[in-house]
């Protein structure tokens, strides 16, 4: 997926989304990275939300946030797969304290200026990396941990798009 020189997500494909065997514990980790507010739904929420404010008058702002989305929206299914294999409901939350929370547009903030909108993105991509990374240091699943990996090579291109765009626009 390209736009002006952008790619949105990583050329390498995704590895086959299947589980060791049922864990309770990586479940709940799976789960948090589909309906925690520091989530995949969070960010397809807030792109889709972002992509509209920045409408035509940063129609490449727009169109990346869109086009971001959807790769975020991949992430999502791929997690609620991965979370379902290994024995969670792979509904709109996450555990807390061995009680789920779901999941609320409530998470996200909603700047509406566009150095705001862009720096918030920015972070929320950051964060999102560093619970994955944090997470296949933990996880002792091969093909859990593949899948991890290769999301993170995604969400490292998102930060790289996020800084070119604070740098052409700010």
């Known amino acids: 997926m390209e736009q002006k020189g952008f790619v949105f997500a990583a050329e390498a494909p995704y590895p ?3 589980v060791k065997c049922m864990n309770q514990m990586y479940a709940r980790e799976m789960a948090s990275n589909i309906g925690a507010c520091n989530s995949e739904m969070s960010a397809v929420s807030l792109y889709f939300y972002n992509s509209i404010i920045a ?3 940063y129609k490449e ?4 946030f869109h086009k971001i989305m959807i790769v975020e929206m991949h992430h999502l ?9 290994l024995g969670a409901d792979p509904r709109l939350w996450a ?4 009680r789920p929370i779901y999941w609320s547009p409530g998470c996200n903030q909603y700047p509406r200026q566009l150095k705001d909108l862009l ?3 920015l972070r929320g991509e950051e964060e999102a990396i560093r619970k994955y990374k944090r997470q296949a240091e933990s996880i002792r699943d091969p093909y859990v941990v ?4 290769r999301i993170i090579e995604d969400e490292n291109i998102h930060v790289e798009i996020f800084q070119t ?4 626009y700010l």
């Open 95 to 98: 555990y807390t304290r061995r």
């Open 55 to 57: 409408g035509e008058t």
């Open 77 to 85: 299914d791929i997690f609620g797969r991965l979370a379902y294999l």
């Open 146 to 149: 593949a899948n991890l990996q």
């Open 165 to 168: 765009l604070c740098r052409q």
């Open 61 to 64: 702002i727009s169109d990346c």
């Open 16 to 18: 086959q989304v299947k």
């Open 119 to 121: 720096q918030n993105a």
